[in-house]
């Protein structure tokens, strides 16, 4: 069993898939999102999965060398 809510290799995750995901924990994370920007601009989101166990995941990404 997947510990991921996303653990179908086939299908990449995207906002309305996670915001469904979430559902009213969503606010939440759209908070912690608007947080991240304003103070890290120079940042990336990513989904990369990680198999079978894991499933999908957002990373969130410095582009800052």
């Known amino acids: 069993m997947s510990s991921s809510v996303f653990d179908n290799k086939s299908f990449v995750p995207n906002d309305t898939l996670l ?9 939440t994370w759209e908070d912690i999102k608007q947080f991240i920007i304003a103070n890290y601009p120079d ?3 990513e989904w990369k999965y990680y198999g079978q166990r894991s499933g999908w995941i957002l990373k969130v990404l410095s582009l800052r060398i």
């Not at 915001?19 to 606010?27: R, V």
């Open 43 to 45: 940042i990336r989101y």
């Open 19 to 27: 915001q469904e995901a979430l559902g009213k924990t969503n606010e």
